[in-house]
């Protein structure tokens, strides 16, 4: 096991299992003072009681830091500018929130006077990555432990076990808890039969943010946005700020069954991962962008 110096620590925190263990393992293992981290991204009900989750868990405090206007504006937005797409489906919604947590949890690791960062991102995707890269360009020096790739718990199995052992408070979901990613851009579902590449979607099970398409409603539902230079500042003829377009667009969209991909994905390090991914709004959005560059080209031509 990697031995730092530990005293106090700033751990990024969503009150998972990953993250509620971890908790408890470091106080355990390096007798340090662990200070959590909770990025407000939009995902709404999700944060409620993490405060008390997390103090339960071993935590000296909670920040909880609401970052939703500068996900959307310096982040999404400018992925949407950009067409930003992986494999030509993934609209990102997980890997463009990573550098805004990234900046925070250093700015406040640094006001905190932490010996470190710690992350809960196992060792077999991607957001390991993106995290400590991340961190890595807000300060180059700073210490990154990372659990799971030092610890001895190896499955979920394990981290239940572990739970259960130490008195860690942890809802459980049974067989109905997909791994999943939220905030204002997206949500993401991994696991149960999306581990068959053969299984059709358990929609019923799964949509969050969204109707299964056979179920929305016959009649159309017409919308217009309105762009200035690339950016969204408007939807219906009413100007509203980027996280509140984002939400209403979510709502119109999700009841039309909008914005719903079921996309199997490679990994950073080699390995194929099924995801079902929505993103109502965000599906809106890059469909009306794809149109200004369409408008701009024949204005150019005829100009010419």
């Keep these: 096991m990697e031995k730092l110096n530990l005293k106090k620590v700033v751990l990024a925190y969503s009150g998972g299992l990953d993250t509620s263990i971890i908790i408890t393992w470091l106080k355990e293992n390096y007798g340090c003072e662990v200070?959590?981290?909770?990025?407000?991204?939009?995902?709404?009900?999700?944060?409620?009681?993490l405060e008390e989750k997390a103090l339960a868990?071993?935590?000296?405090?909670?920040?909880?830091?609401?970052?939703?206007?500068?996900?959307?504006?310096?982040?999404?937005?400018?992925?949407?500018?950009?067409?930003?797409?992986?494999?030509?489906?993934?609209?990102?919604?997980?890997?463009?929130?990573?550098?805004?947590?990234?900046?925070?949890?250093?700015?406040i690791a640094h006001a905190e006077n932490a010996d470190a960062i710690v992350h809960g991102c196992t060792g077999k995707g991607?957001?390991?990555v993106r995290f400590e890269l991340g961190i890595r360009a807000f300060d180059p020096e700073i210490p990154i432990l990372a659990p799971w790739r030092v610890w001895e718990i190896k499955s979920r199995e394990d981290e239940l076990k572990y739970a259960e052992e130490h008195g860690i408070p942890i809802k459980r979901a049974g067989d109905s808890s997909y791994s999943e990613d939220r905030n204002l851009w997206h949500i993401s579902h991994e696991g149960l039969e999306l581990e068959d590449p053969e299984a059709e979607p358990n929609?019923?099970?799964?949509?969050?943010?969204?109707?299964?398409?056979?179920?929305?409603?016959?009649e159309p539902t017409y919308i217009s946005v309105?762009?200035?230079?690339?950016?969204?500042?408007?939807?219906?003829?009413?100007?509203?700020?980027?996280?509140?377009?984002v939400r209403y667009l979510n709502d119109v969209g999700g009841k039309n069954g909008i914005g719903?991909?079921?996309?199997?994905?490679?990994?950073?390090?080699?390995?194929?991962?099924?995801?079902?991914?929505?993103?109502?709004?965000?599906?809106?959005?890059?469909?009306?962008?794809?149109?200004?560059?369409?408008?701009d080209f024949r204005q150019r031509y005829h100009a010419l």
């Design 126 to 128: 991607n957001d390991q």
């Design 226 to 245: 309105e762009f200035e230079k690339g950016v969204p500042v408007g939807v219906n003829g009413q100007k509203m700020k980027g996280s509140d377009i």
């Design 57 to 107: 868990s071993g935590a000296s405090k909670l920040y909880i830091e609401d970052l939703i206007d500068e996900f959307i504006d310096d982040f999404a937005f400018v992925a949407l500018k950009a067409g930003a797409k992986y494999e030509g489906d993934y609209l990102l919604g997980t890997a463009i929130a990573r550098p805004v947590i990234a900046k925070r949890l250093v700015e």
């Design 203 to 218: 929609w019923n099970n799964m949509l969050t943010l969204s109707v299964n398409p056979e179920d929305a409603p016959d």
């Design 260 to 295: 719903i991909d079921d996309i199997v994905e490679n990994r950073l390090i080699g390995m194929k991962v099924r995801g079902v991914y929505e993103n109502a709004g965000a599906t809106i959005l890059y469909h009306a962008h794809s149109f200004l560059g369409s408008i």
């Design 35 to 49: 200070i959590c981290v909770a990025a407000d991204l939009g995902q709404e009900e999700e944060l409620d009681g």
